[in-house]
């Protein structure tokens, strides 16, 4: 069963392409595959800037709820012990 961070991102986020970004960002930082925190934070920047490009919003705080979303998940794939 997928975590409601999951649910929620899938909920938000409509393009396909973006969501497979995501996830593979994910996906990359559970098996540590990005290393580094320069590395960390250009591949989260891009990731972020693709959603927040394909993301049909009505108004700022809409697109905030997004983000926060999108982020959240990224978090929750983080390996702990960082």
Request: aromatic share 2%.
């Amino acid at each position: 069963m997928p975590s409601s961070s999951a649910t929620r991102i899938d909920a938000l986020i409509k393009d396909r392409s973006t969501l497979r970004a995501l996830r593979s960002l994910a996906l990359q930082l559970q098996r540590r595959q990005v290393a580094g925190p320069s590395h960390v934070a250009a591949i989260t920047a891009k990731t972020l800037r693709s959603v927040v490009s394909t993301t049909k919003f009505q108004n700022v705080e809409e697109l905030v709820q997004v983000i926060r979303a999108a982020g959240g998940f990224l978090q929750e794939a983080q390996p702990g012990g960082v």
